[in-house]
């Protein structure tokens, strides 16, 4: 089953999204099995972190932004090709595993949708599979 959610977002951020998955399971059925959160835009990401200390989130934000600035070099005429480069780097998708109807994550961990060229509407998948 496919779930299309979407999501507003601001120039730049980490964006909470555990919570649409984990309903995207249970309204699915699934007990057993694996979901997909699929990220359909090249300057946005699907990654998995830390969903206890805010902190986290942003220095991932700083970090990314000092490994990826934005170059006068660049020749990308959109002028977001640090954007580009991060969404490469996160990724566009995670696997998740279903047990008993539950999403099987650590304790800490949360699912994120990444972006890194707003502010935009944005959207992404949720597949859920049986296994």
Not at 12 to 40: L, M, N, Q, R
């Amino acid at each position: 089953m496919l779930y299309e959610f979407r999501i507003q977002t601001g120039k730049t951020g980490f964006y909470p999204i555990t919570d649409k998955v984990k309903e995207a399971v249970a309204k699915s059925g699934v007990k057993d099995g694996i979901c997909v959160v699929f990220c359909p835009h090249t300057t946005a990401a699907i990654t998995i972190n830390e969903n206890c200390d805010p902190d986290v989130v942003h220095d991932l934000i700083i970090a990314s932004d000092a490994t990826f600035p934005d170059m006068r070099d660049f020749r990308h005429m959109e002028g977001n090709s640090a954007a580009h480069m991060k969404s490469s780097v996160f990724g566009a998708s995670e696997v998740l595993i279903i047990e008993n109807g539950k999403l099987v994550l650590g304790t800490w961990q949360g699912v994120y949708f990444a972006e890194f060229d707003g502010p935009r509407t944005r959207h992404y998948y949720v597949k859920v599979m049986a296994g």
